[in-house]
């Protein structure tokens, strides 16, 4: 405010300044003005004035231009000349010089301006110039035009305007409250002054003021409010006026004028204020003052008075407790002597009530200050204490609670004197929290066993400071018993601490050492101590000690191994942590002389080639046996009699008894030149002996040292390099080859390019022959050539061609290659071909190497790749062996390291290579940094053949290396980490497919899922579950090396003695030389049904078994049973499922404090062994195992976290996949939804719902909340959790890494298990008093990641696991198990009325909110369920049966946020993708950024067959579907839809049913009799039309052709007539008389409908016909064609049989021309009489379909009908062939073909809604017709070309059945029984081979194809889903129509996709009125036209 005064008094003290000097220059122009006017008169004169002479000025007018205030210028050069004279023209100013103001130069003629001038003043001036030059003279006007310039600012008329307007005024708005106007002296800017606002209220949107930039008006465009917060009292405004130069600028004030519109109200709330207890009335309490915001000085609208609104009522007087002053707001108490510790707190509610009747309300919490005047009373008056022995000296032993209502109490403690005994050991002094800290001031001994018995004192308490022990108003006492408890303080005490021995070193194994026997005093003396051997002082596992202390040799002694053996012997309790006592073990080993003599010097000797006799060498001899004890020298030594005569013949060794300092020594001489071309090597067997006669054979091998004596010889060579694709480094590849026996003359030999052309990716050493290759050489194929000299033989040029195959493997192939150990070849032997091989060409050479490999590949079944052959280096030897390495890889369906073990000696023996070693499950490396000199691969190099593979290396990778685990879950990135375009434009491969048991893979630009079949869980589709059958083994992965160990299973059996798991030495598989000293085990079995548990970490083994101490249960009970092991932390234990039933379900024993892991190189053995049984003594072990298998289920295999797989993967025999009584909710009426899981409890299954789901039937979504910053949600439960084991369950999305989601809590929060989050990770805060708080932490996780997740907690008491969505690897973790049993039953009394906080915890300061802890927030919440229960989220719900939300903040419904793409641009192609509150720029889901980027495409996800159980994939975009087959559901199919209810009824329905069961079958029977009777009435009137016979004919096939699994009945043309006789041969398929045989039948009566398909047909019901509808028929459906109906029912007696049924009875039953039916459809199995002329051809004659008898084959047809040309000869020749084809398939597939030469017309059933009735049959499917339109291919035969069937519908070979009859045509109107067919102009509708009733009202669906092309339409063939009835035609007999205009037209009463079904025909035969058919939904038919080819068509859909 002083600012902007000070600026505009400044602006008015210029404004005031140049007013000032404008006054000044107006007073000096009225002065000067009347002199200046006779001036003005002489110059107009003078301009009169005529020039004199020639001189002239250039013009005679001047006319200058210059602005104001500018000065001095050049205004204008005047020039003047005469052509009469020579003078100089002399300038000057004649007039109008304005005293000196302008200027001119005599003689330059420049006019100047002197001073400034003002516009202003003088818009012009005139000056005359005279110019003379001798006495010419000239004269010139200049005009001077003065130009304005703004050099005035403008000016208002005052600094300060001011207004008054009435607050809230909002009347006329916006309205015009003040104009505020300037003035600019500069004459060209008036008018042009602009106006503008700033100040209070002024803003770009809805501002209260604006002004008019031209005018000033300030208009008001809303109301003003005077009052605070946001309003004020005066509105401050700064209008400021420019002319674009200069600004002036005046201040507004615009008043409010107050209204009293603002009630009273307190600065808070709540007022806390304090009064002293027992104060008098009217002590002050506080004072509440108000605050009013309306104008104090307006009137009343700010005068408060103060009142008691709601005040305390004291209850003994009935009087108000407080008062207040109405003016002051002073309160006081109206009463006397307030007590605290009656009412601590009083609240009261004030009123603040200003002039104008508003007011405010305010709370006052009155607080009464404490008094001590309330003795202290202990809670209990006496205390049970329970110490711990070992508790420290004055340390806390327990807190001895007071109760005092006072608060200001100062407790004293004191233990009183000789109250007891044990008094003086202890001390009670006072806590912070009020009460008595009870310590020991001594130490306590349980050994004692006075102590043991106990203490039991008095404790006092006092809460005054003078008198305290004598006042006992205010003194109290209690008792303390205090019992000791025994602690594990006494390590074992050893009765010997040490034993000197001395052994023979052939002392057998077995014998028995010494006897260590230790005691221990805690638990009275009773502890149990178990005995180990530290493993340090036996590295080689030579002794062993049992559970008594006995030591016993455990191998053989060898003194020339150590001679000497200090051996500790461990002495471990059973406390935890365990003590430990040592005794030592001397033993000194004598000597047995068992070693003969050897040679101390090399084993390899060099002699020179083509040598002649010369001295090889001395050779020293030595023994290792005491020589003190004759053990050793003189030794002999003499060439071996057994040696060969060219050895002999060669050598000679001569014995010096002298050398060697006497000990002798061995001379060898050759005798002849060597030849090493001959042999390389000559082995000299040599025997030594010692003193007594021990002796050995001995070879010595004599390399021949090479000489250049060989001329070389051109040769090829290939080399096949294997590499990794990223390699950078170039490669040797060996020497470049050419024949020379020779090979140590490299020095001699000069390698180069032929003609000089050296290959540019290829390197050439000319000295060495080293051909080197350049990392970037691609795959493919190198011919390489070159020269090789020999300067010895002078041999030049000689060539040498090397042939390189380069290929590349990927880094991937590291974590499945598996290293093979091979002992029979050398690395050189391996490649060299030397195998034959039979081959259709020729016998061929292989390497042995590839004969390795092609029977890995056989036992494998897939493609094996050899990664990396180790080449020879030094100390790649066994012993005196040489061993090749060599590293494998393929992706067989099991584990290769594991198939490779199994089948090792079958891949030995197969291939001549032997396998010793299988490493299985080793890290691979790739390490060349290891390697000297750094290089990168394996160089094998056998001359003419050399291979180069990468260089792989074994790592010791602990415990996290998991070979057979899939990769998923390995690496977990934060979700903020978002995909690249590089990631987006290469998906990751799913190749090889990382999914297991049949999953299907998907690439996302996210990475890969795996779409997981039913039975399946986690993201790989592991197979958790798996069936032993008793004789069976399963192969898991090994277990890692880890010094802490987790395992758990569940299991199920009834066999009380089998094994359950086993990783330890397999004799039968394992290599001998390996076992000597890797002899860990783990074992578990059943013994007796209960756990036995065998464990050995390379100390002693330790066996955990059921003893009368310590009992476990049986669980060989035919339920499911948890097992846990643990060990490491120095203990081992086996846990019964989880201690949850008490009793006896725990065993444990001591460990020894190193820290070993198991080291068991083998897999993990589950339910048997895949060998024979190790021998527990060869072992050590202190029990056999166990010899039985495994029999029943085990699942959910967890090693150290990580679930194992169990399902098709596994290696095993005997076992199987999954379990089929798994689920025991399956066996039960209900089973369990799609949505819902079976959860067992002691045999009982109960469905419970997937996280997400909710309601009966598990169908109901959760409904999810969102926690807002400081939100929080209480429970109130309807009851108490279990105390010892509790469960939590819910699902979170966030991406907030810190807050609280679900806290349990005790009353007063003394025991909590809550979920956190701490920086991104799930973790479980565990606390139960007394112990400490504990952290379990899913660590190596990141969870805020915005997606749903899933977390599981269950407690047992201190132990408690944590599992987040699948609970997989590191999705798991649980923390360490209680030390004692006690442990697993630590309660957690949870407290039911607030112990539940959902979100952070609330802290409350009085009533209000002070504060959130540990808050959760920007995250939702959903599924909570506790124990089992799902509690309800606010505010959608707040209350269920189990639990109420008692209190909730900041909690919303729903968890969908708004859209984070808003206003967010990615570049092109890519777009904003939501990823719930955070976006990411990438291509929309299923899509992927093509390669070349420029567009986003769709992903075709169906190319991954994502849909299980024959699913159809439809692929959308994005995404796709999945359409199921029937019986299966689920998004991809992988789940079977659920079973129809069973129908139940009651005792009392069954029998009604059975009784009217009865009944009806009496009325079936009688009209049975009435219809036989009426048959043969019709038989004996007889009838003209012939009789056919039906001949069948069985063949049989040797081929297995398309149709070989159907069943054919065919009509041959040639037919024998005869009279109503049976069929001839058998008809019936599997039992079923497919053609039903009537001898009594004519077709002059007619028949009714039998009630539910085929009107024509009578009902025979026979033992046949029962039993194939089964006894579910209903009466009326007995022997009907179609039983079975609305598919029903999952079982079925005889699937596919029905549609024979329905074809042939509703193509063959009795016709009159009085039948119900709309057709005459003769009977085929009866055989009706028909003529035979009747069957000849059809023709059209007159637009009429006829037969060729001459009748029509529709009466009255209309005028465009079915035509075709007449066949004569045919008609009176020929016999028309008719040929009915029914093919039966078991896959619900029924074909039927009617073949005839002039008409072709096919069906096929249709799906449609069947009556209820004509369910009688047990189907899985409808039976329909549809109507396809297939001709033969033949032309004169009417052949009918075979179908080709799908695979899955060949079953077994069945006969064909082969029938003949005759069948015609008749004048009957053939109607169809569906009129969605398009009727003809001004006829009836399309014809039909089928009765409207013959197929239970099925829709039948006409296709009449016409025209000269016939196509294939509607569904095709191999459709398993349909039957069909195919009408096949000629190619040359093509039936056609011409349709009219309106041929297409529909029924009008029928709607579109609905079936006109008629009931029946009128008297004579005509098709019944269109009112009277029934309609019916035809399921999805399509109706579509063709006019341009005149085809009509009607496709089911």
């Not at 802490?1044 to 009834?1054: F, K, S, V």
């Not at 083994?1101 to 249960?1113: A, D, I, K, Q, R």
Request: charged share 20%; glycine share 8%; net charge negative.
């Amino acid at each position: 405010m002083v600012s902007h005064r000070r600026r505009a008094s400044s602006a008015g003290a210029l404004v005031w300044t140049a007013c000032t000097r404008c006054g000044i220059i107006a007073m000096a122009v009225n002065v000067l003005m009347p002199l200046l006017i006779p001036l003005g008169e002489q110059i107009t004169n003078v301009t009169q004035l005529t020039a004199v002479g020639n001189l002239a000025f250039t013009q005679p007018l001047y006319e200058v231009f210059v602005k104001e205030n500018t000065a001095p210028v050049l205004l204008l050069t005047l020039q003047a000349a005469t052509n009469t004279s020579d003078t100089y023209v002399v300038y000057s100013v004649v007039a109008g010089a304005m005293g000196g103001l302008f200027t001119v130069g005599a003689y330059s003629g420049h006019l100047r301006l002197t001073a400034p001038l003002d516009y202003e003043s003088r818009h012009s001036y005139d000056v005359i110039i005279g110019g003379q030059a001798g006495e010419e003279r000239a004269f010139v006007r200049v005009m001077i035009r003065v130009r304005d310039v703004n050099d005035l600012p403008p000016v208002f008329s005052r600094p300060l305007f001011e207004t008054q307007i009435t607050e809230e005024d909002d009347r006329h708005l916006p309205k015009p409250i003040l104009q505020v106007s300037a003035v600019d002296g500069d004459v060209s800017d008036r008018g042009r002054l602009l106006y503008t606002l700033t100040g209070d209220g002024v803003a770009p949107v809805n501002s209260s003021f604006s002004i008019s930039e031209n005018s000033g008006y300030l208009h008001l465009h809303q109301p003003l409010d005077r009052d605070r917060p946001i309003g004020r009292a005066r509105w401050e405004l700064k209008v400021s006026a420019t002319d674009s130069v200069h600004s002036a600028h005046a201040i507004v004030h615009v008043n409010v004028k107050d209204i009293n519109d603002n009630a009273p109200f307190f600065p808070n709330a709540t007022i806390n204020a304090t009064v002293p207890e027992n104060a008098g009335a009217e002590s002050d309490v506080t004072q509440v003052m108000a605050t009013d915001f309306d104008d104090p000085h307006e009137s009343t609208n700010a005068v408060l008075t103060y009142s008691v609104e709601k005040n305390v009522i004291d209850e003994r007087s009935g009087q108000p407790i407080f008062t207040i002053d109405a003016h002051t707001g002073r309160i006081s108490t109206a009463l006397c002597c307030l007590d605290r510790e009656r009412t601590p707190f009083y609240a009261i509610q004030v009123v603040a009530s200003d002039g104008g009747g508003l007011k405010g309300t305010g709370t006052v919490l009155v607080k009464v200050d404490d008094e001590n005047d309330v003795s202290p009373r202990f809670s209990r008056k006496e205390w049970l204490l329970t110490v711990h022995e070992t508790v420290a000296v004055n340390r806390t032993i327990a807190f001895l609670t007071v109760d005092d209502p006072d608060v200001t109490n100062e407790f004293a403690f004191r233990v009183l004197e000789d109250s007891g005994y044990g008094w003086e050991r202890f001390s009670v002094v006072s806590s912070d929290h009020g009460s008595g800290a009870l310590k020991a001031v001594r130490n306590l001994d349980y050994e004692d066993p006075v102590q043991r018995e106990g203490f039991r004192f008095k404790v006092q308490v006092s809460d005054k400071e003078e008198g305290r022990w004598v006042d006992e108003s205010h003194l109290d006492s209690t008792w303390v018993v205090v019992t000791l408890v025994d602690d594990n303080d006494n390590p074992p005490e050893l009765s010997t601490q040490i034993v000197n021995l001395s052994l023979s070193e052939d002392t057998p194994v077995g014998h028995s050492l010494a006897t260590f026997t230790a005691t221990d005093k805690d638990q009275g003396g009773k502890d149990e101590v178990r005995y180990t051997i530290d493993p340090s002082s036996d590295p080689f596992r030579l002794f062993v000690v049992d559970s008594f202390g006995r030591m016993q040799l455990r191998r053989s002694l060898d003194r020339e191994a150590a001679a000497n053996h200090t051996v500790h012997v461990l002495a471990v309790d059973s406390g935890f942590p365990a003590l430990t006592a040592t005794a030592t073990l001397l033993l000194m080993v004598t000597d047995v002389n068992d070693n003969a003599p050897h040679v101390a010097n090399p084993n390899t000797l060099f002699v020179p080639e083509n040598s002649g006799p010369r001295h090889v060498a001395d050779l020293r001899l030595d023994d290792s046996d005491d020589w003190t004890l004759g053990h050793g020298p003189p030794f002999t030594v003499k060439l071996d009699d057994n040696a060969s005569s060219s050895i002999k013949e060669a050598f000679a060794v001569d014995f010096d008894e002298k050398g060697d300092e006497g000990r002798g020594v061995a001379v060898v001489t050759s005798l002849v030149p060597l030849d090493r071309e001959v042999s390389v090597t000559r082995l000299l067997p040599l025997v030594l002996g010692d003193a007594k006669k021990l002796s050995a054979t001995v070879t010595i091998t004599l390399t021949i040292a090479d000489v250049n004596d060989n001329s070389m010889s051109p040769a090829s060579k290939t080399v096949n390099v294997t590499r990794f694709r990223d390699g950078e480094v170039p490669i040797p590849l060996g020497r470049v080859y050419v024949d020379d026996a020779d090979d140590w003359d490299a020095g001699d030999k000069k390698w180069e390019w032929q003609r000089g052309k050296q290959h540019p990716l290829f390197t050439l050493n000319s000295y060495t022959g080293q051909l080197t290759m350049n990392a970037n050489a691609q795959d493919g194929t190198y011919m390489l050539q070159f020269w090789v000299s020999d300067v010895t033989h002078n041999q030049r040029n000689v060539p040498a061609n090397v042939t390189v195959t380069v290929a590349s493997v990927s880094r991937d192939v590291i974590a499945c290659a598996v290293p093979v150990t091979i002992t029979t070849h050398s690395s050189r032997e391996l490649i060299l071909p030397t195998k034959a091989m039979d081959s259709s060409i020729r016998r061929m050479k292989i390497s042995p190497l590839e004969a390795f490999a092609s029977s890995v590949e056989l036992i494998a079944g897939a493609d094996m790749g050899v990664v990396s052959v180790e080449a020879e280096t030094e100390g790649t030897n066994i012993g005196w062996k040489a061993y090749t390495r060599v590293w494998l890889t393929a992706r067989p369906r099991q584990p290769l390291d594991q198939l490779l073990l199994l089948h090792r000696r079958q891949i030995s023996s197969e291939s001549g290579v032997g396998v010793a070693n299988v490493g299985v499950g080793v890290c691979v490396a790739h390490l060349p940094g290891k390697h000297p000199g750094g290089e990168m691969v394996w160089v094998v190099d056998a001359n003419s053949t050399a291979l180069v593979t990468p260089r792989l290396e074994t790592s010791d990778s602990g415990c996290s290396c998991h070979t057979h685990s899939s990769n998923h879950h390995e690496v977990f990135l934060s979700a903020a980490t978002q995909p690249n375009v590089a990631a987006v434009t290469h998906p990751p491969s799913c190749h090889p497919n990382p999914c297991l048991n049949g999953g299907r893979c998907v690439g996302e630009a996210h990475g890969l899922r795996c779409i997981c079949p039913r039975g399946t869980s986690g993201s790989v589709c592991k197979k958790l579950s798996r069936y032993f059958r008793g004789n069976g083994w399963a192969w898991a992965a090994p277990i890692p090396s880890c010094i802490n160990a987790h395992i758990t299973l569940e299991l199920r059996t009834t066999r009380k003695n089998c094994l359950l798991l086993y990783a330890g030495p397999a004799d039968e598989i394992g290599h001998p030389e390996s076992q000597s000293l890797k002899e860990d085990i783990m074992c578990l079995e059943l013994v007796a049904g209960r756990p036995r548990f065998l464990l050995d970490l390379g100390t002693s083994p330790v066996l955990l078994t059921s003893t009368e101490n310590h009992h476990l249960p049986s669980i060989a009970d035919g339920r499911w049973h948890r097992l846990d092991l643990f060990w490491g932390l120095q203990k081992v234990e086996v846990i019964v499922d989880l201690c949850r039933y008490g009793g006896g379900c725990r065993l444990s024993a001591p460990l020894p404090p190193q820290e070993r892991p198991l080291s068991v190189a083998a897999p993990l053995q589950v339910g048997g062994l895949a060998h024979a049984v190790p021998d527990h003594q060869q072992h050590g072990w202190p029990a056999q195992l166990s010899q039985e298998g495994f029999d029943g289920c085990i699942r959910n295999l967890r090693v150290n976290g990580k679930l194992r797989d169990l399902g098709e993967a596994v290696l095993g025999k005997n076992s199987w996949p999954g379990c089929s009584d798994e689920d025991p909710c399956s066996m039960t009426d209900v089973p369990c939804t799609h949505h819902s899981r079976c959860m067992e409890a002691r045999g009982s299954g109960e469905c419970q719902c997937q996280p997400g789901w909710s309601g009966d039937n598990c169908s109901l979504q959760t409904q999810a909340a969102f926690f807002e910053k400081s939100s929080y949600v209480k429970f109130a439960l309807s009851s108490v959790p279990s105390p010892t084991t509790i469960s939590i369950q819910l699902r979170f999305r966030t991406w907030e890494k810190w807050g609280q989601l679900v806290a349990v809590t005790s009353q007063h929060g003394r025991d909590l298990a809550a979920l956190h989050l701490v920086d991104g990770f799930v973790c479980l805060k565990l606390l139960l008093h007394p112990g400490s708080l504990r952290h379990l932490c899913l660590s190596q996780v990141l969870l805020t990641d915005g997606e749903w997740h899933t977390v599981y907690v269950q407690r047992q008491g201190q132990w408690a696991e944590v599992e987040v969505d699948e609970g997989d690897g590191p999705l798991y973790n649980a923390t360490p198990t209680p030390a004692t049993l006690q442990g697993w039953s630590t309660p957690l009394l949870v407290d039911r009325r607030e112990g539940v906080h959902v979100g952070g915890s609330p802290e409350y300061v009085g009533v209000s909110l002070y504060t959130v802890h540990h808050d959760f927030h920007e995250g939702c919440i959903d599924d909570l369920r506790v124990s089992g229960v799902q509690l309800p989220l606010p505010p959608l719900v707040n209350t269920s049966t189990w639990a109420q939300a008692t209190m909730f903040t900041n909690v919303a419904a729903g968890c969908s946020v708004p859209s984070s793409c808003v206003n967010i641009t990615c570049d092109e192609p890519l777009t904003c993708l939501d990823t719930w509150m955070k976006h990411e720029c990438g291509c929309p889901a299923g899509s992927t950024l093509r390669r070349e980027g420029s567009s986003c495409e769709d992903v075709n996800e169906c190319v991954w067959s994502p849909c299980f159980n024959g699913g159809t994939c439809v692929n959308t975009e994005p995404g796709y579907y999945c359409v199921c087959p029937t019986f299966y559901a689920g998004d991809h199919c992988e789940a079977v839809s659920r079973k129809s209810p069973s129908l139940k009824l009651s005792i009392g329905a069954l029998i009604a049913l059975l009784v009217w069961t009865i009944i009806f079958i009496g009325v079936v029977i009688v009209a049975y009799l009435i219809h036989h009777n009426r048959r043969h009435q019709a038989a004996a009137r007889g009838t003209d039309d012939s009789n056919t016979a039906l001949e069948i004919a069985t063949q049989d096939s040797g081929e297995h052709d398309p149709q070989e699994d159907v069943i054919e009945l065919t009509v041959p043309q040639k037919v024998k007539i005869q009279s109503q006789q049976p069929l001839n041969k058998e008809t019936n398929i599997a039992g079923v008389d497919i053609l039903r045989r009537d001898q009594t039948t004519t077709s002059t009566e007619s028949q009714g409908d039998t009630g539910c398909g085929c009107p024509h047909l009578p009902s025979h019901d026979d033992l046949r016909n029962y039993a194939y509808e089964g006894e579910g028929s209903s009466p009326g459906s007995l022997s009907s064609c179609c039983s079975g109906g609305d598919g029903g029912g999952d079982s079925r007696f005889l699937g596919g049989f029905q549609e024979v049924a329905t074809l042939l009875n509703c193509l063959s039953g009795p016709q009159t021309t009085e039948s119900h039916s709309c057709h005459k459809v003769h009977q085929v199995s009866s055989l009706s009489s028909i003529s035979n002329h009747e069957m000849s051809s059809l023709k059209i004659t007159n637009n009429q379909l006829t037969s060729t008898a001459g009748r029509p084959w529709v009466k009255d047809a209309p005028s465009h009908s079915i035509h075709q040309p007449p066949d004569t000869e045919t008609h009176n020749t020929k016999n028309t062939p008719k040929n009915i084809r029914i093919s039966v398939s078991k896959a619900d597939t029924l074909e039927t073909g009617i073949h005839n030469d002039n008409l072709n017309m096919d069906f096929r059933l249709c799906p449609v809604s069947l009556p209820k009735r004509c369910n009688s049959l047990p189907r899985s499917r409808i039976p329909t017709i549809i109507v396809n339109n297939l001709h033969s291919e033949s032309d004169s035969t009417g052949g009918y070309k075979h179908e080709v069937y799908h695979n899955s519908l060949k079953r077994k070979k069945t006969l064909p059945i082969t029938s003949t009859c005759l069948v015609g045509t008749d004048d009957a109107v053939l109607t169809s029984c569906c009129t969605h067919n398009s009727p003809l102009k001004g006829g009836r509708d399309m014809t039909s081979f089928l009765n409207n009733q013959g197929i239970c009202r099925a829709c039948v669906t006409v296709s009449l194809h016409y025209g000269n092309k016939i196509d294939l339409q509607g569904i095709p063939r191999r459709s398993f889903s349909t039957s069909s009835v195919s009408y096949l035609t000629p190619k040359d007999n093509i039936t056609s129509i011409h349709p009219g205009a309106d041929s297409l037209k529909l029924h009008t009463h029928c709607a579109h996709r609905i079936c006109c079904l008629h009931d029946g025909c009128s008297d004579g035969g005509k098709p019944p009125a269109k009112n009277s058919c029934s309609c019916s939904h035809c399921h999805d038919a399509t109706f579509s036209t063709h006019r341009k080819e005149n085809r009509l068509h009607v496709y089911p859909n």
